[in-house]
């Protein structure tokens, strides 16, 4: 079974640019979450989808993150325009149940 | 809100010593409990859980209990191992619909041959 897959794993962009990071969740799992992890601390969770609709975005700072889930599968987590404390990995996870998440490899974000 | 405190790290060991990696939480609610590992460049990883108070969860040797009243979910394993090396995080979820994952900081493991 293929896992939780991200793109890309590195990305170097300069404050006050955008980016984009894709995620494709194992097939099949219905809920979808995006995480921020910054350097020294736990996953923190930003956004969680439950087939093409948001669950939880409270801790999603709207001014400059949106995220989309494409026909209930694929996801997009965007920052516009980052800045220097966006600088984290940013964790895609997917479920079947609500005990289990699978986790994928992670898009390490730095701003310079 | 609900929370969770993790011994700070990192903790270095020899092979085949005694891991103990403490974790307490803060809920309002019954939690599910749960201890994630994360190699080196590679995603998290679901170690064990445990559900309900008493229950014990164990996987590739490693053990925690759910002890709801010390409100504690301590990690440990008997022998630890160079491959054990990782940062091992605990973390609960509120048990709704929505499975939300409240973590810890992280502990650092090394273990050294």
């Known amino acids: 079974e293929a896992g939780v897959a991200q793109s890309p794993r590195y990305k170097i962009i300069e404050k006050r640019q955008s980016v984009a990071f894709w995620c494709n969740p194992i097939?099949?799992?219905?809920?979808l979450y995006w995480y921020q992890q910054i350097l020294g601390q736990g996953p923190k969770l930003l956004i969680q989808f439950q087939n093409n609709g948001v669950v939880d975005d409270s801790q999603l700072p709207k001014d400059r993150f949106s995220a989309e889930r494409l026909k209930g599968v694929d996801s997009t987590l965007k920052i516009q325009p980052a800045k220097l404390e966006d600088s984290a990995v940013y964790l895609c996870?997917?479920?079947?149940?609500?005990?289990?998440?699978?986790f994928g490899p992670g898009t390490r974000l730095t701003v310079t | 809100g609900d929370s969770v405190t993790q011994m700070e790290g990192p903790v270095t060991l020899s092979e085949e010593a005694f891991l103990t990696i403490n974790c307490t939480y803060t809920a309002t609610g019954y939690p599910s409990l749960f201890w994630y590992v994360q190699y080196p460049g590679e995603g998290l990883q679901l170690l064990l859980k445990a559900t309900k108070a008493d229950d014990k969860g164990s996987n590739k040797g490693f053990e925690a209990t759910y002890r709801k009243e010390t409100t504690s979910f301590h990690l440990e394993k008997g022998s630890v191992q160079v491959s054990d090396s990782a940062v091992y995080f605990c973390?609960?979820?509120?048990?709704?619909?929505?499975?939300?994952?409240?973590f810890g900081k992280g502990t650092k493991l090394s273990v050294k041959p």
């Open positions: 097939s099949g799992h219905a809920t």
């Open positions: 996870a997917s479920s079947l149940t609500t005990y289990e998440q699978y």
């Open positions: 973390a609960l979820s509120d048990g709704g619909s929505q499975g939300n994952l409240i």
